[in-house]
Structure formats: C-alpha cells, structure tokens
C-alpha cells in the first residue's frame, strides 16, 4: 500500500460510495471550491456521464470491497486515475452519523488531502489469477472443515476415522458419515481439477517457472505468489516487501517511552507461504538448507535462522519478479564475508 502523490495536482476529487442499492458520488475542485455530492441509482451508465460531465484531470477514489476491481476496469478510461483506498485507515468514515452521502463526502475530503492509504488495483490480465486462487483456498479450508467435523463424529463415538470409513452403530450416524465421506471425495477431485490448471498456468508463464526453482516452493505456491504480488514494482525494496508479508515487525516509540515490536498490516497468505517455503527448503537438501546450517553455526537460534531463510525465500523471489531474472542457487554465499 503506498500513499497518494501529494505533488500531483488534480482538478477534481472525486469519491464513490457504491453499493447494490444506489451510489454516491462527491466532488470538489483543487482549490477546495464547487463541492457536490449526488445519489443516484446504481447504473454503470449513469456514473459514467456523471464522470465525463467533470472536464480536465480528475482523480477517484473507492473504499476497498467486493466490487472495487469491477469498478476499477470499468471505469479507468474516464479519469486520470483510481485509487482503490484502505477502509482500515478511514477512521474519520466512523464518526459522527453515517449514510452514502456523508461517506462519499468525508472520503472526498481524504483524497483531496492526501491521506488515504492505497490498495494495489490493476487491470493485468494476472490479476484474474487472484480469483483463482482465492476460489481455491476456499475449497481446501472447506476440505480440511469437513474432514474436521467426520473427525469429531468418530470421536464422539469413541473411534478411529482412520480405521473406518463409515461410522456403524445406529442409522443416522452412518447417513452422516456417508455424506461427509462423498463430499470429502468431491472436494478432492476439485483439488485436483485446481491442479491442473496450475500446472498449465506454469507451463505458459515464465515467470512461475523460475519461482518453482526455489527450494521449498512448489506449483501451487509459485502460482500463489505471484496472484498476490502480480507487480513486484510496486514495492520500492526488498525491505518492504518483507513487511507486506509479514515477515519483519517495526519499532514503536514515542518519547522516551518504547512500545516494543509491532506487525505491519500484512498479507497473510504471502507470510503462510514463505513460512512453509522455509521449512521445506530446510527439510531438504539444497543451497538453501545449506544457507540455514551456516546461520546455525553462526550461533543463531533455531528460530532466527528459520526466519532469515523465509526472509531469504522473499527477497530471492521479489527478485525474480521484479527484474524478470532466472533463480541463481547460493546466492547467499555472495554475500559472506
């Protein structure tokens, strides 16, 4: 997330506060003049002659919800630019009384000043890979859910699921594990279906298929990376990249009292990534376990040296990314004194 360019100067500011019902739209002038704000049905049509009625450079902004990315690729030729802004950061929206007029209204006045926090937004053609993977895990959390609540009715009977497939004793448990039994198996093949479409978004993408040369990184984390990241770009380093995923926490400090270490807000599925990346790759027996027995003998904790292989696991990949290069093992070796 990155702040608006406070040097860049617009004629109008523009908010939207759309939802299935009706949409709001506010506007003021750069010199804080003419402010409207309008409601009207929630007609793609209707919002866009409202936009081409505002002449000269104009900049939008929308709050982060379901349909920001719909909105952002219908509406990216009629303004000079969108910016898809952070709810969390909003803490004025949560104030006084509240309706898609006064929203529109104070999110208005948050562009125009400059604060609001932006969420990535394009309209790359890999941004549509971002619904496959979030479809995806949708399925395995639900997989994992089901396999749970089998788990718990065995248990409840004082058996072993892995012993037995359907649960005997009276009618109604072995209906309610049969049905459990075929949605597990369902929820199986539609894994593997996912598979396969990862494995041929591999095959086609060149980028994945330097990602996959990372120890520890497989087909499906490959694919999952780069949904989340698509423009590695974005981030100006190394350093906040390793805070978008959660994997370096910041000082708080305020006078001479200290607040200890804190989180960033995170992706959470770029950490759970690296996490599992770094403890395969030390699983195994590659350059980078090698990378970890060194850290060891270095006298780091087990711990530490864990977290600097996921560390190392991110920059090497935001690499490949970013400047589109293949994956050179031991590159941590260059770096020894």
């Given amino acids: 997330m990155k702040q608006i360019n406070k040097n860049e100067i617009y004629k109008h500011y ?40 505002l002449p000269g450079k104009k900049i939008l ?25 952070e709810p969390f950061h909003n803490s004025l929206l949560k104030t006084g009384p509240k309706n898609d007029k006064i929203d529109a209204t104070k999110l208005c006045m948050l562009l125009r000043n400059g604060s609001l926090k932006e969420v990535f937004h394009t309209a790359d053609e890999l941004y ?12 395995v959390m639900e997989s994992v859910r089901m396999k749970n609540q089998r788990s718990a009715m065995f248990l409840s009977e004082g058996k072993d699921h892995k012993k037995e497939k359907i649960l005997s004793g009276n009618a109604i448990n072995k209906f309610i594990t049969e049905k459990q039994n075929i949605a597990i198996e369902n929820f199986a093949m539609i894994r593997k279906d996912f598979e396969q479409i990862f494995s041929k978004i591999e095959k086609e993408n060149e980028t994945i298929k330097q990602l996959v040369k990372v120890s520890g990184i497989g087909t499906k984390m490959g694919v999952t990376i780069l949904a989340v990241v698509i423009d590695a770009n974005r ?17 708080k400090k305020s006078g001479k009292r200290d607040y200890g270490k804190r989180e960033t807000r995170y992706s959470r599925i770029l950490k759970r990534c690296y996490k599992i990346a770094a403890n395969a790759a030390i699983g195994g027996n590659s350059d980078i ?9 270095n006298q780091l904790s087990f711990e530490d040296a864990r977290n600097q292989i996921a560390r190392y696991i991110a920059k090497v990949t935001y690499a490949i990314m970013k400047n589109k290069t293949k994956y050179r093992p031991y590159q941590w070796r260059e770096n020894i004194k």
Avoid at 45 to 53: A, E, G
Avoid at 235 to 251: I, M, T
Avoid at 290 to 297: A, G, N, R, V
């Fill in 14 to 53: 523009i908010a939207l506060d759309w939802s299935k019902d009706n949409f709001a739209l506010a506007s003021i002038r750069d010199n804080g003049t003419k402010y409207k704000v309008s409601e009207h049905p929630p007609v793609l049509k209707i919002l866009k002659d409202c936009l081409k009625l």
């Fill in 289 to 297: 376990r090698e990378y970890y027995e060194y850290l060891i003998q």
């Fill in 128 to 139: 549509k890979l971002r619904k496959l993977v979030s479809a995806y895990e949708d399925f």
């Fill in 61 to 85: 902004t929308i709050e982060e919800t379901t349909t920001a990315q719909w909105l952002y690729v219908e509406l990216k030729d009629y303004v000079d630019k969108i910016l898809i802004c």
């Fill in 235 to 251: 981030f100006e380093s190394k350093y906040k990249y390793y805070a978008y995923c959660g994997l370096v926490k910041h000082f």
